[in-house]
């Protein structure tokens, strides 16, 4: 088993910055693809940014430009520096990450999800 715990949550004005960072633990064979997915009220999950563990980035539209996604291989942890908010990142934040046991299985775990809250 994985745990992934995030931090770096909060409430921060419009225009504002946060750091959100996701620590990988327990059981870990090698972590492939890392991400960070949000989910507002009302609304599905959608995808933010990933990470390969080479260090390839992907991005949705709507944060290009605005957010940074990084990793540290060797501390199993994701970052997601987010600059530039706006109201509409709002939301609940989400660990992915793609897990490659000994056996050669997949599996994919999530964090328990962190708040940001952008005012205007």
């Known amino acids: 088993q994985v745990q992934l715990v995030e931090s770096g949550g909060g409430l921060v004005q419009a225009g504002g910055s946060l750091r959100l960072s996701c620590v990988a633990s327990g059981s870990i064979f090698s972590i492939n693809d890392m991400g960070w997915y949000r989910q507002a009220p009302g609304k599905q999950r959608e995808l933010v940014a990933t990470?390969?563990?080479?260090?390839?980035?992907n991005y949705a539209v709507s944060v290009k430009g605005r957010f940074t996604i990084s990793r540290n291989n060797a501390k199993n942890t994701v970052y997601l520096q987010m600059n530039s908010l706006k109201p509409e990142d709002t939301a609940v934040y989400y660990c992915?990450?793609?897990?490659?046991?000994?056996?050669?299985?997949?599996?994919?775990?999530w964090g328990q999800g962190t708040q940001v809250t952008v005012s205007s």
């Open positions: 992915n990450a793609d897990h490659l046991t000994g056996w050669g299985n997949r599996e994919i775990y």
């Open positions: 990470i390969t563990r080479g260090g390839t980035t």
